[in-house]
Structure formats: C-alpha cells, structure tokens
C-alpha cells in the first residue's frame, strides 16, 4: 500500500506569510506525529495525535504553529505569519499504534523556505 | 530531554565495523534507531523496549542497558548501503513523545 504523503513537497514563501502543510499517513495509522528537522540536526518533535485529539503538543515552538486532524486521518500543519526560522524540512509520521513500541512510518517531508 | 550520540562522524572501509553510542540523563521507557540518507525519510531500524524485547530488522543488532540509560547499535562487516545518518530517538515514560538526537553521519568507503 502507499505510504505516509506530505503535500507540497517545497514551498517558498515570503515572511508573514501563512502556509498549510498536509500529511496523509497510511491507512488505518491511528498515531501521527509531525517532526521539522533543520540541517545537520535530528527531527525535533512538534506535536503528537492519536487519533483526532492532540494527545501531545508540547513541541509546537509558539502560537503561530496549529495542527488539525479532523476525520482521524489526514492532518494539516499551520503557521502564521510565517519567519524565516521556521525554514526547514517538516516530516510527518505515522504509527498503527503509539510510537513507543512500535515503527514509525516517515513522510519525505515537506521542505519550507521563508524568504 | 534529547538524548545524546556519539561519535558525530565515523568513516569507514567497506566490511570494518561501528558503534554508535546513545544516552540519556532520563529514565528511558524505549530506544528506537533510524538511518536516513541525504534528501530522504528517516527509515526504523530498531526498537528496544524495557525489559529486553526488541524488534527490528535481522542484520542489525543493538543493546540497551536501562540502567545506565544508554544503548548502542552495532554495524559489523559495513556495506556502501550503509552511509547515511543514524539517528536514536528516546521515550521517557508517560509520553508518547519520541525525541532523537542529534544524529551519526556514517560514511562507508569501498
């Protein structure tokens, strides 16, 4: 079966900006996380979903950053007003159970330049 | 608390053998490892949960010694295929928050 989608795979935009990123994890994940990773570090956890509630999202930097997953499915990262630090690649990562025992499925990720 | 590898960087020749280190100032509930090429996703490697099990593909092997909070996964007789970052990533216990440190970069030469 496919594996976990992100959309867009790039996206360059302008500080103060909004942008939407989407994660399609794979069929019947029910934990999905979100990840942003910068050059030369390892993935820094933003936030935690088991099914449609947010069980841990300690790691969101601030108030600008959101994430949704409605339907227990497919979920979307939001930031506002965008800054250049948040330049980065943003992965998304799905499990059929919690992470904790069990393999977590990574997305390519979705690559944001702030300009 | 994001736990800590070590060495940075390893280079070797094409059959030599690694060790990667990781460890944590916390009480760990599991260990995982992931390897990720340049441009690419992190791909699992290993879990080793408390108490001993572990799960992950055959040719890797790992330990983890809950005591000390550390562990370290073992490259023997290294392929080209094996370059790429190595990642460890942590539980503490309570959370379903899986922190990774800040990587291994691991070039194998022919």
């Known amino acids: 079966g496919a594996g976990v989608s992100q959309t867009p795979s790039n996206k360059v935009t302008e500080k103060g900006k909004y942008v939407e990123l989407r994660c399609d994890p794979i069929?019947?994940?029910?934990?999905l996380y979100w990840y942003r990773q910068s050059l030369g570090q390892g993935p820094e956890f933003l936030i935690y979903?088991?099914?449609?509630?947010?069980?841990?999202d300690s790691g969101l930097p601030n108030d600008r950053f959101f994430a949704v997953r409605p339907e227990g499915s497919v979920s979307t990262l939001k930031i506002q007003r965008t800054e250049r630090g948040d330049s980065a690649v943003y992965l998304c990562?799905?499990?059929?159970?919690?992470?904790?025992?069990?393999?977590?499925?990574f997305g390519e990720g979705s690559r944001l330049t702030v300009l | 608390q994001q736990p800590v590898q070590s060495p940075q960087a390893v280079i070797l020749r094409e059959g030599e053998d690694a060790v990667i280190n990781c460890s944590s100032s916390?009480?760990?509930?599991?260990v995982h490892w992931y390897r990720q090429k340049h441009g690419e996703a992190p791909v699992f490697l290993m879990i080793l949960l408390k108490g001993g099990e572990q799960k992950g593909h055959e040719k890797i092997s790992a330990s983890f010694n809950e005591k000390k909070q550390q562990s370290s996964l073992y490259l023997t007789a290294s392929q080209l295929s094996y370059s790429g970052t190595y990642f460890c990533g942590t539980y503490q216990g309570g959370s379903e928050k899986l922190v990774f440190g800040k990587g291994t970069k691991l070039t194998v030469n022919p």
């Open positions: 069929s019947g994940h029910t934990a």
């Open positions: 916390k009480a760990l509930y599991s």
């Open positions: 979903f088991q099914g449609t509630g947010a069980a841990d």
């Open positions: 990562a799905s499990s059929s159970s919690g992470g904790s025992t069990g393999e977590l499925f």
